[in-house]
């Protein structure tokens, strides 16, 4: 499914075999903002007036508007890595939340190890916490293929809670 962005807001985009209309609806927030038209470019333009009528009406209103994604979410865990976060946490002197945000933080570079991985045949190893002295670190990703380092690139400011392993130990 495509989707549409106009001031912060996605909108779907659905068709109607039946009855030959475009239509979508605003995702993400709990208010039901829907538009549709006969053509792509009447769709976008239609999504873009929707979202502009939705945020008129509710200052109209004196409402807030609902947005989407505002930073927080349930995670349903069992009993035992709830209590190794939070004991990870401690030791680290950060909030639980601050720990699991830091971790999920990877999940682009987990991604694009994994796709290199598989195009390439490549290995990747994760480096983190490499001193780069009065307390700063650097992180890298080390490419390998058969055991034999290829590339190193430095990596935005990640967790350090990646270790590094060699790459005979990588994977198992």
């Known amino acids: 499914m495509k989707e549409l962005k106009h001031r912060g807001y996605i909108g779907s985009v659905d068709l109607s075999i039946d009855d030959g209309i475009l239509h979508g609806k605003l995702l993400y927030i709990n208010d039901l903002?829907?538009?549709?038209?006969?053509?792509?470019?009447e769709l976008v333009a239609a999504f873009h007036a929707a979202v502009d009528d939705y945020l008129a009406d509710c200052e109209a209103e004196?409402?807030?508007p609902d947005t989407p994604y505002k930073g927080s979410f349930n995670v349903r865990i069992k009993p035992e890595l709830h209590r190794e976060l939070a004991e990870t946490a401690r030791l680290r002197g950060c909030s639980l939340n601050e720990y699991v945000a830091s971790v999920l933080t990877c999940h682009k570079h987990v991604e694009l190890a994994e796709r290199f991985e598989a195009s390439t045949g490549a290995k990747f190893v994760l480096v983190s916490s490499v001193s780069g002295g009065a307390g700063?670190?650097?992180r890298s990703i080390r490419t390998y293929h058969q055991e034999t380092l290829v590339e190193q690139r430095q990596l935005p400011k990640t967790p350090p809670f990646v270790q590094w392993q060699p790459p005979s130990k990588a994977r198992h």
């Open 33 to 41: 903002v829907t538009y549709e038209a006969e053509s792509a470019p």
């Open 62 to 64: 004196g409402k807030a």
């Open 136 to 138: 700063a670190s650097r």
